[in-house]
């Protein structure tokens, strides 16, 4: 499986962005990551096969919502009152084989993970 994240940009504190990911197979959870400079990379947010399980982190729960695409491949995550501390690369991954919900928060839950796109929130 091969993903492309894309959607990555600057915007000031309070603004918004759309982050998409291409998949080459979409039939898996698939979920966010991120990674700012000097911390370890992080969970955002998760999304099961038919919607039911969508998991956030507690940092962006309110603000970023996750969704997918299965017609297209796609997977988002829209990004709303943004601030600084978003401030990361943000990786999309793809779900191992017997993912959960009660472990989709877990980096060793993803099997294949994006290049990465670079988020810069401006105070």
């Known amino acids: 499986v091969q993903l492309q994240a894309s959607g990555g940009g600057s915007v000031q504190a309070g603004g918004s962005l759309r982050l998409s990911c291409a998949a080459t197979s979409i039939y898996y959870p698939m979920g966010w990551f991120r990674q700012a400079p000097g911390k370890e990379r992080e969970f955002v947010a998760a999304?099961?096969?038919?919607?039911?399980?969508?998991l956030y982190a507690d940092s962006v729960k309110g603000r970023f919502t996750i969704s997918r695409d299965n017609a297209k491949k796609m997977v988002y995550l829209q990004m709303n009152s943004l601030k600084a501390e978003d401030t990361a690369v943000y990786y999309c991954?793809?779900?191992?084989?017997?993912?959960?919900?009660?472990?989709?928060?877990?980096?060793?839950?993803?099997?294949?993970w994006g290049q990465g796109t670079q988020v810069t929130v401006s105070s």
């Open positions: 991954a793809v779900g191992r084989w017997g993912w959960t919900s009660g472990r989709g928060t877990a980096q060793d839950a993803y099997a294949y």
């Open positions: 999304i099961g096969w038919s919607d039911i399980s969508v």
